[in-house]
Nanobody, 123 residues
Framework: QVQLVESGGGLVQAGGSLRLSCAAS????????MGWFRQAPAKEREFVAG????????VYTDSVKGRCTISRDNAKNTVYLQMNSLKPEDTAVYHC????????????????WGQGTQVTVSS
């Protein structure tokens, strides 16, 4: 079992930055790749970024490339999402998730999910 708790969301003006954190419980954190997803009102949950178990491989959706960086600290059981140059269209609830096997961009592949943290970007 892995429990995930996100933090770091908030209200920010366009062009600003936020750093999201996701703290994981349990001793098996390093055996999971991790992903960040977001869900805006009336929209499907979408993949934002993923990182491998060791942190040496990352992938991003096109809309955040160059603006977001995913990282992890296995000693602290934490994964991060640094978001810069935020845009109003980035407004959503951001969820972290843990995956053992499967496609990183697929919601159905993930084994555990956090409750999410709200990010609101004002224009």
């Amino acid at each position: 079992q892995v429990q995930l708790v996100e933090s770091g969301g908030g209200l920010v003006q366009a062009g600003g930055s936020l750093r999201l954190s996701c703290a994981a419980s349990g001793r098996s954190f390093s055996s999971y790749a991790m992903g960040w997803f977001r869900q805006a009102p009336a929209k499907e949950r979408e993949f934002v970024a993923g990182i491998s178990k060791s942190g040496d491989s990352t992938v991003y959706t096109d809309s955040v490339k160059g603006r977001c960086t995913i990282s992890r600290d296995n000693a602290k059981n934490t994964v991060y999402l640094q978001m810069n140059s935020l845009k109003p269209e980035d407004t959503a609830v951001y969820h972290c998730a843990a995956i053992k096997n499967g496609l990183w961009y697929s919601v159905a592949s993930y084994d555990y999910w956090g409750q999410g943290t709200q990010v609101t970007v004002s224009s």
